[in-house]
């Protein structure tokens, strides 16, 4: 039975790394995409209706669609789009059992560790995405 996974980035290319890489896991998936916390939430929702919950959520932080400083230092403060930390509050909300893993540029920041109070675990876009996925898969392996 194939694992679901929700990537909530707000770069499309950042997706699609995390797509083509995850395929590649021993470890069928099925992977849906959302490109806003708000995109996130519906989808987690959406999901859940139809039988399908996440067995893994993928969490961004900067969910903002900018590259200026001035508007992800306002994102990180609450106004605006969701950021990574309320997306996960509210898909909390939604499914207190939900897993999610947080993977950002924004790692061993004040910002992460907000997002590390909900999450197993934290990793840094440091870490290339063919590596992610392999942790990912083991991940789902463990679980047999």
């Known amino acids: 039975m194939n694992k679901i ?17 995850l395929r590649r896991m021993k470890t069928p998936v099925e992977i849906y995409n959302a490109l806003t ?12 209706e139809e039988g399908k919950k ?33 997306t996960t509050e509210k898909i909390l909300k939604i ?7 947080g993977y950002t540029a924004w ?14 675990k934290i990793i840094g876009r440091t870490t290339p995405f063919h590596e992610f996925s392999k942790m990912v898969d083991m991940f789902f392996q463990q679980q047999r």
């Open 5 to 21: 996974i929700l990537v909530v980035d707000d770069e499309p290319m950042v997706n699609e790394l995390l797509e083509i890489n």
């Open 37 to 48: 916390g708000e995109e996130g939430i519906e989808m987690y929702r959406k999901l859940m």
């Open 54 to 86: 996440p067995d893994l959520v993928i969490m961004d932080l900067n969910l903002s669609g900018e590259d200026n400083m001035t508007a992800i230092e306002n994102h990180m403060k609450g106004t605006g789009k969701l950021d990574g930390v309320r």
């Open 95 to 101: 499914d207190p059992q939900a897993r999610i893993w």
């Open 107 to 120: 790692f061993g920041t004040e910002w992460s560790k907000k997002l590390e109070k909900y999450t197993k």
